[in-house]
């Protein structure tokens, strides 16, 4: 699923829709409104307009395989992965920095988790790196793809819940830095 509509980016960028796109995204499955308010901390109703607000913009689907009204119809992710582009317009950077800040602000959640985790649970997790390197265009775009395949590796691993797996968010970007 590719998002490039400065509207349906800014639509979003919003704490439990990013909640909704991150549970539905990485699960798999359909879960109602009911199910997914319990889980995010909001009302039922507050939830349903979420989703039909994620519904407009084509992030999230109801679930056809299931019967169900309201708080009770299951709801799905459109895809396996939501791909976000913004334009380069006024409106686009603004929707993307929108977005851009409710991302930054589950990563603070998530640090602070991590923190809170017993020490000998936070073994092998990073809260944040960064490395800076000196590559051509072409070196960029390969990082970029060896990223992507190595993730998509992971895609069919994510759904299965056993022993000694955790639910993990994995976040990394490419940019350009600023010349000093």
């Known amino acids: 699923m590719l998002l490039t509509d400065a509207r349906a980016i800014r639509a979003i960028a919003h ?9 539905l995204y990485a699960e798999q499955q359909a879960l109602t409104a009911t199910q997914l308010a319990q889980r995010t901390a909001l009302s039922p109703s507050a939830m349903s307009y979420h989703l039909r607000a994620l519904e407009k913009w084509g992030v999230v689907v109801r679930d056809a395989a299931a019967e169900g009204d309201g708080r009770n119809r299951p709801w799905r992710a459109a895809g396996k992965v939501l791909e976000i582009k913004a334009g380069h317009g006024a ?5 993307a920095d929108a977005l851009f800040e409710s991302m930054l602000d589950d990563h603070r959640l998530r640090i602070r988790h991590l923190r809170n985790l017993p ?3 936070q073994e092998g997790y990073t809260s944040m790196g960064v490395s ?3 590559l ?21 691993r994510r759904l299965a819940r056993g022993e000694g797996r955790r639910r ?5 970007s490419v940019l350009p830095a600023p010349e000093s």
Request: proline share 0%; net charge negative.
């Open 15 to 23: 704490e439990a829709r990013q909640q909704v796109i991150n549970i």
């Open 91 to 95: 409106g686009d950077a603004a929707a």
């Open 119 to 121: 020490q000998d649970e």
């Open 132 to 134: 800076t390197y000196w």
């Open 136 to 156: 051509t265009s072409d070196e960029i775009a390969e990082l970029r793809h060896t990223l992507d395949e190595l993730l998509r590796s992971y895609r069919d």
């Open 168 to 172: 993990v968010a994995v976040t990394y």
